[in-house]
């Protein structure tokens, strides 16, 4: 099968199994026992942690692992805000957000907490004139991602940064879970306060992620017990784990520029070919980001075209993982406002590391070949 | 090294390692995607949860799968109790709880809920009497260990369950992170309600674990987004960490009687061996868990017990590896009131499936040698 489901997940790369595996027989230790295999063991996430932190630009002791994606979201996100509403309990953030942040929102404003959910233009993206008047003096947090998992939009984060740094005390969380690898993500580069990373979106291990954040910020823990992580994430740290999240993030780190050119490529390849449909409107914008190409054909069902690909031995998903189970039309299609025509056809193309030039090309001919079936294209 | 810290975590099977490896290369995809390779990944994912709850005696839909015994022990008290309110606020537990336990107590006291926590006696053990008096119309929830990871020791699950359900409407929670595949652990053996394992404490992975329950139980999940695990505990399920922890439990499963016997042997070597000792306490109850042997050097620290055996190859703790970098005496050692002369000279001796007849006999040639440096006993 030809995967161009890379943004769902992604299969993880030989090092990063071969790692996984090499501490778990060689360094199983606790990490905080007392012993020297505990001390080995805390040795090497120490080095894990440092590596990652050096690769986003911020200290050592800021940055925990978690077992995701999600979770990072949700203690960034509840753990600011509970840390922080001393202050203000306003909170600012997009309708195209994760599902793990804006049900983290639900959970705040069901706390008390005021969340000011802003909407986006036909492209998706989010307006800075309008995130600079929504900023009220209790505003403490604002968490906006920087790429968006269902259309690949990406929000003007540094814009963003400038605009909350200078107009508020908020904090800025950036859920930069399908940029890690395509694009420069680190806080020189996106100007946030607090970072958020997924392992399996760049050929790490499901159940890995980061919260990383840069000078004084601190988080309310929601899991507790023994006080792992500064106290911040309890549970035994999963040291082979945050080796094998630091050795996807280094290797993700290294092919960025050489995968992010033939992105560019297949990119442009898939966007004139779907261009020649007359059926087909392409959604995401040319300012998109390269690895996300989301398309929609005009009177026919998502999982129809997923279905007659997948005969073709073409991998492709509706839309986002997370809401392709769920037969409502997802909140992002909603919120960028598509027209009934068009609303329920769509499908996310997302390139990764497994793609080739061939699989390309391949995909276009089964694509037409489909259309002519189902369209008589 | 020999090593006899396996209550603070083990080492990996290698079987479940490879299992691990396999799912990882062969079905990588999100389970949620709808495409088949979703699919697939889905079955292999709802195989492993049917066999969980097989070996648990549930329903499979009464499996969820989480990142370690920590976030298990959470969801399961502060997703039961926040779930149940409506009914009552009073919780009861008991002074030798493990932190994430204690701990999510604490939060719950912070949300208003009333927590009683019982003492335990000598041997570390709860009394029935006690529980049965500490029941009201509003207990909504009990929680109480199966055994103790510090001490060994067994409390009576089974008449705690016949006290609380017959006197209250409460539901009854069991850690039984230090029990499973050493002692028969499921619903009909245990009577409880809900239940919490680890996978890296028999051969599994670090960073896996479960919440099982019976009959009609629900939480309020704490981690939201996506919806996974029956929207009780969100984010992308990693496949292969469920996996692999039915494999480990599995292995554990089968090996039980094996390994118990082994352990009773090496349990009662050991025992001998310590009484010969003056100044050597037994901390562990002749009553407790074979594969747990926790004793007491008078006027010595644990510390340099510990680092005395490690020089000649031996690896064991001073209690548990979640409170051994705090300097104080533990909360566990504190509850059964041991007096000044042994609270500070404790280690533990736990058992495992990489411990040998020829190792224990090694334990104690160098136990001897130790003791006559530093007491000249």
């Given amino acids: ?12 790369h ?24 505990g001390v080995d063991a805390n040795t090497l996430l120490s080095r894990a942690r440092k ?22 979201n949700h203690l960034a996100i509840h753990g600011l805000a509970k840390n922080l509403q001393g202050r203000g309990k306003h909170i600012i953030t997009s309708n195209i957000e994760h599902p793990s942040v804006l049900e983290t929102m639900k959970q705040l404003e069901r706390l008390g907490f005021e969340v000011d959910i802003l909407p986006v233009n036909k492209k998706g993206l989010i307006s800075v004139d309008d995130v600079t008047s929504s900023l009220r003096k209790d505003t403490i947090l604002v968490s906006i991602m920087h790429i968006n998992n269902e259309l690949g939009c990406i929000q003007p984060i540094q814009d963003l940064a400038n605009t909350i740094h200078l107009n508020s005390r908020a904090m800025f969380h ?10 420069p993500v680190s806080f020189p580069a996106l100007g946030a ?16 992620g980061i919260v990383a954040w840069k000078g004084n910020v601190s988080f309310e823990p929601t899991i507790v017990g023994g006080g792992q992580e500064f106290g911040l994430r309890s549970g035994t740290v999963p040291v082979a784990q945050a080796v094998a999240f630091s050795k996807a993030m280094r290797l993700a780190f290294e092919n960025q520029s050489n995968m992010h050119s033939k992105y560019v490529q297949w990119n442009t390849k898939l966007r004139s070919f ?23 054909v005009r009177h026919l069902k998502g999982e129809v075209l997923v279905n007659a690909l997948q005969e073709k031995g073409i991998i492709v998903s509706t839309s986002s993982a997370c809401s392709s189970k ?6 992002v299609i909603e919120a960028i406002g598509l027209s009934d025509d068009y609303s329920k056809g769509v499908i996310r193309i997302s390139l990764g590391t497994s793609n080739t030039d061939q699989q390309i090309d391949n995909f276009m001919k089964q694509f037409s ?6 369209k008589g294209e």
């Fill in 274 to 296: 779907m261009k020649e449909f007359k059926d087909v409107l392409i959604l995401s914008s040319e300012e998109a980001a390269v690895h996300i190409l989301t398309v929609s």
């Fill in 14 to 37: 030989k090092e990063v199994l071969d790692t996984f595996v090499k501490v778990n027989q060689e360094f199983y230790a606790n990490p905080a026992s007392l012993h020297e295999l």
């Fill in 51 to 72: 590596q990652v932190a050096e690769m986003l630009t911020t200290d050592e002791q800021k940055v925990i692992f978690t077992s995701g994606g999600t979770e990072s």
């Fill in 326 to 331: 769920q037969t409502k039309i997802s909140h």
């Fill in 193 to 208: 306060d607090v970072l958020t990373l997924s392992g399996h979106k760049f050929n790490g291990l499901k159940g890995t």
């Fill in 369 to 374: 070949a489909v259309m002519k079936q189902v």
């Fill in 1 to 12: 099968m030809d995967y161009f489901d890379h943004s769902a997940t992604t299969k993880p």
């Fill in 174 to 183: 950036v859920d930069a879970v399908q940029s890690f690898g395509k694009y």
